[in-house]
């Protein structure tokens, strides 16, 4: 059965996209009502939890607190030259100036000199992220579990270790991760549902229940991780394309992508300044274009070509706000690649107590020495690259060229 179009015609796309404008703006300025209610006063003074908490020295050597916090409407950088006793994920009640903020800085995350930061209430750790850390015996590899299943903030030295490998992209929670633990689920419940099912109801769609059910313990989940922009992303995308796919409306398409990002931007107008979302709407435009122009290709060759295809074209949008590069970034396909079997069964060993099995190899891996050296990406080469990239979407020959363009990053 062929799907139809998401947009019938050219005016029914206009008319969409002026609804979405109406709406995003009105979701921007209540953004901005929030913003001068939050520096209507020199002196702000808000509860908050702290995201990040690590040391730092400055030029004379003297060492100083630095803290990420999360209040309900905004989250803000600030700093502590006294011994505090705050750590990550403790409530903390903090006094900040404002003068220094604008509506940007608010949107995007902004700095705020402090006046006081006090321990209210120490973190409770969630028993799902205990049950976890007390499978392993290194620090770094609770950290990374932690950040694998429940998209905890990593430290600057884990960070490190990853970006060296450029695989930052497999440690951020995102449609990958979203579509395993669907499976899983999908997998536990379905027993379960056809039990009850052939007694009481054979008359139900199995399918569409369970994808329903599936939905809300997603949703659940992305509550509980604090949506994330990466997995809210995936998760709007998986629920869009399940009801259009239901009324038999064509899913992998780029009108599909922009009815995401603009549902997205509408709820959660701060994205719009947000690296990582953008980061992963690159990523999903490229994967749909290599399938709307290579997808009669064999199965296999797709899965090999497109962790290369999307990896290569991504190259200036990273290293334009990115600049280390090392050469062990030519492995992340191949990394990748292997983090489709790893992360299940990861996942799995973790459910039955034995996730450390793979600690010390991973440890060794992450502690490899790798030179470090820096691509920087001008706006001038950035710009045109783009243009492209949307001009490909119409041209199959332009998108055969599109790697070798991105691969001009080295030649700059």
Do not use: C
């Amino acid at each position: 059965m062929t799907s139809l179009p998401l947009f019938a015609n050219k005016r029914e796309l206009f008319y969409t996209l002026l609804v979405v404008a109406i709406l995003f703006l009105s979701s921007l300025s209540y953004e901005f009502y929030k913003y001068k209610k939050l520096t209507a006063y020199s002196l702000h003074v808000s509860f908050a939890t702290v995201i990040k908490h690590y040391e730092k020295k400055s030029v004379k050597g003297k060492n100083y607190h630095v803290f990420k916090l999360k209040s309900d409407n905004f989250s803000f950088f600030t700093v502590r030259w006294d011994d505090s006793e705050a750590k990550k994920g403790d409530i903390v009640k903090v006094a900040f100036y404002t003068k220094d903020i604008d509506f940007y800085s608010y949107l995007k995350g902004f700095f705020a000199t402090s006046k006081f930061l006090q321990v209210v209430e120490k973190n409770q750790k969630s028993p799902f992220i205990a049950y976890v850390e007390n499978q392993h015996e290194y620090e770094l590899s609770r950290e990374l579990y932690n950040a694998l299943f429940f998209a905890n903030p990593i430290s600057k030295d884990l960070r490190a270790d990853i970006t060296k490998w450029g695989i930052a992209h497999l440690i951020a929670i995102s449609g990958f991760h979203l579509g395993i633990l669907s499976a899983l689920f999908y997998f536990l419940l379905r027993p379960i549902y056809t039990l009850f099912q052939d007694r009481y109801f054979p008359y139900r769609n199995s399918f569409a229940d369970l994808a329903f059910l599936v939905f809300m313990i997603l949703g659940m989940y992305i509550y509980l991780i604090d949506f994330t922009p990466s997995i809210l992303r995936a998760y709007v995308m998986s629920l869009v394309g399940f009801l259009l796919f239901s009324r038999g409306i064509k899913i992998l398409s780029f009108a599909t992508l922009l009815l995401t990002i603009s549902i997205i931007l509408i709820f959660f107008p701060k994205l719009i300044v947000s690296i990582a979302f953008w980061f992963s709407v690159s990523g999903v435009f490229y994967i749909f274009l290599f399938l709307q122009h290579f997808s009669k290709l064999n199965k296999i060759s797709i899965f090999l070509l497109i962790n290369f295809w999307v990896f290569i074209l991504m190259l200036p949008i990273v290293h334009f706000i990115f600049e280390p590069f090392s050469l062990f970034h030519l492995f992340s396909p191949f990394i990748s690649m292997i983090f489709v079997v790893f992360y299940p069964l990861s996942l799995v060993l973790h459910v039955v107590n034995i996730g450390g099995i793979f600690d010390e190899a991973l440890l060794w891996f992450l502690s490899l020495d790798v030179d470090i050296k820096s691509i920087i990406v001008p706006l001038w080469f950035l710009l045109p690259y783009l243009f492209l990239s949307l001009l490909a979407i119409r041209l199959r020959v332009l998108a055969f060229f599109l790697p070798f363009a991105a691969l001009g990053v080295f030649f700059i």
